[in-house]
Nanobody
Framework: QAQLEESGGGLVQAGDSLRLSCAAS????????MGWFRQAPGKEYEFVAA????????HYANAVKGRFTISRDNAKNAVYLQMNSLKPEDTAVYYC??????????????????WGKGTLATVSS
């Protein structure tokens, strides 16, 4: 059974950094992309970032571009999200996902194949 497990969330102040980790088990996700979605209180799931298996192609939501960096370590079956210059509006539960190859379907959270349980990042002003 494939599983994704996030870690690294916490409470920080605006301008601080957090590094989220996602450990995958049960299978390797080599046929599609992996990434992160987030859900702020009372809001819909929102795409944050995605990375292809090779790591050569990375994609970001406009809201985080230039502040967040996604990376992966295939030897460890892990994906990471480095979040810098955090803002209060980044407060959300962050979910690690495994999905189809990068494309328009990544705009739709329903199209993702596997989800972790999420980790909460809270940014105070």
């Amino acid at each position: 059974q494939a599983q994704l497990e996030e870690s690294g969330g916490g409470l920080v102040q605006a301008g601080d950094s957090l590094r989220l980790s996602c450990a995958a088990s049960g299978r390797t996700f080599s046929s599609g992309a992996m990434g992160w979605f987030r859900q702020a209180p009372g809001k819909e799931y929102e795409f944050v970032a995605a990375i292809t298996w090779s790591g050569q192609s990375r994609h970001y939501a406009n809201a985080v571009k230039g502040r967040f960096t996604i990376s992966r370590d295939n030897a460890k079956n892990a994906v990471y999200l480095q979040m810098n210059s955090l803002k209060p509006e980044d407060t959300a539960v962050y979910y690690c996902v495994a999905g189809p190859p990068w494309g328009p379907s990544w705009d739709d959270w329903n199209a993702m194949y596997y989800w972790g349980k999420g980790t909460l990042a809270t940014v105070s002003s």
